[in-house]
């Protein structure tokens, strides 16, 4: 069930960055309030995540594919295109998850 909610973390978090850019600085309550409403939900589901997944394991994809998936969405949303230094770095976090995931003993599988 953890990595259940981790997604939701993730989803959670991914929303909030992007509604948190459309806030212009909380100027627009809409987004504003989704901002907030999402990082709740993010951190609320992250704590139910760290019950049974290590933190180390459970921060470094929470992060990793927060960063990834902000990055692509906001490229595709904000007009934010990556460059080819961007691009490798962001395959290098999914790799750096992987191997983590995959190959260390910390992993709760």
């Known amino acids: 069930m953890g990595y259940w909610f981790l ?3 993730i989803v959670s978090e991914v929303i909030g960055t992007l509604a948190l850019k459309a806030s212009n600085e909380f100027t627009h309550w809409f987004y504003s309030l989704a901002c907030i409403v999402s990082y ?3 951190f609320y589901f992250l704590s139910l995540v760290l019950k049974t997944v290590p933190i180390g394991i459970a921060y ?6 927060g960063i990834v998936l902000v990055a692509s969405i906001s490229a595709i ?3 934010e295109i990556p ?3 961007a691009i490798i770095g962001m395959a290098l976090i999914i790799t750096g998850v992987v191997i983590m ?9």
Do not use: E, L, R
């Open 7 to 9: 997604v939701i973390a």
């Open 77 to 79: 949303v904000y007009k």
């Open 40 to 42: 709740v939900i993010a």
């Open 101 to 109: 995931n995959v190959f260390s003993k910390s992993a709760a599988h």
């Open 83 to 85: 460059d080819t230094a």
């Open 60 to 65: 470094a994809i929470w992060a990793g594919m």
